[in-house]
T-cell receptor, first 109, second 116 residues
Framework: SQQGEEDPQALSIQEGENATMNCSYKTSINNLQWYRQNSGRGLVHLILIRSNEREKHSGRLRVTLDTSKKSSSLLITASRAADTASYFCGLYNNNDMRFGAGTRLTVKP | EADIYQTPRYLVIGTGKKITLECSQTMGHDKMYWYQQDPGMELHLIHYSYGVNSTEKGDLSSESTVSRIRTEHFPLTLESARPSHTSQYLC???????????????FGEGSRLTVL
């Protein structure tokens, strides 16, 4: 079964800066989803992009998907200290969901 | 806010004890999952279920077992806990895939298990 590979593994930025994290995968997907996890908690769904879409926006989040390169990126604009968390890409295909290893984002106030 | 609940949130037990981690959801979801996650690390799928009386093993071999007697309930059991079982266990649920289903997962808050 496939899992996503996220990079970077860790990212540290100042408040107000943009944060970009990437996810690459190897097989087919129906959609790709991004989740956030605060330390010691469960994952929370952020945004979904279908395989026939190239870009989605939701508030300060922007997701792109390039199915020819099998990669996606999540951009968080104007980051805040409260955005500090781990971010995971979820690869959904035919009732099967797999996650990458995640990117740990630290936003310094 | 997700309607999926895990108990206990924290559990510290001695080696050899039997434990059951509870997971319940009120969304009527058919598919449920158990993931194992060490702090700051990736999620490993250890069990999943498509519905009542369905249980499947995930990618990561686990000595735990699961049952699905009711749609809303998906407990995980360790017959004899060992220190190597120390980890966080996350339960999730989703609609079963159909034309409109996106497969979005709803997670509980997790059960952090420490085996001494």
């Amino acid at each position: 079964s496939q899992q996503g590979e996220e990079d970077p593994q860790a990212l540290s930025i100042q408040e107000g800066e943009n944060a970009t994290m990437n996810c690459s995968y190897k097989t087919s997907i129906n959609n790709l989803q991004w989740y956030r996890q605060n330390s010691g908690r469960g994952l929370v769904h952020l945004i979904l992009i279908r395989s026939n879409e190239r870009e989605k926006h939701s508030g300060r989040l922007r997701v792109t998907l390039d199915t020819s390169k099998k990669s996606s990126s999540l951009l968080i604009t104007a980051s805040r200290a409260a955005d500090t968390a781990s971010y995971f890409c979820g690869l959904y295909n035919n009732n099967d969901m797999r996650f990458g290893a995640g990117t740990r984002l630290t936003v310094k106030p | 806010e997700a309607d999926i609940y895990q108990t206990p949130r924290y559990l510290v037990i001695g080696t050899g004890k039997k434990i059951t981690l509870e997971c319940s959801q009120t969304m009527g979801h058919d598919k449920m999952y158990w993931y194992q996650q060490d702090p700051g690390m990736e999620l490993h799928l250890i069990h999943y279920s498509y519905g009542v009386n369905s249980t499947e093993k995930g990618d990561l071999s686990s000595e735990s077992t699961v049952s699905r007697i009711r749609t809303e309930h998906f407990p995980l059991t360790l017959e004899s806990a060992r220190p190597s079982h120390t980890s966080q266990y996350l339960c999730a649920s989703s609609e079963l895939g159909s034309g409109r289903s996106t497969g979005e997962l709803f997670f509980g808050e997790g059960s952090r298990l420490t085996v001494l």
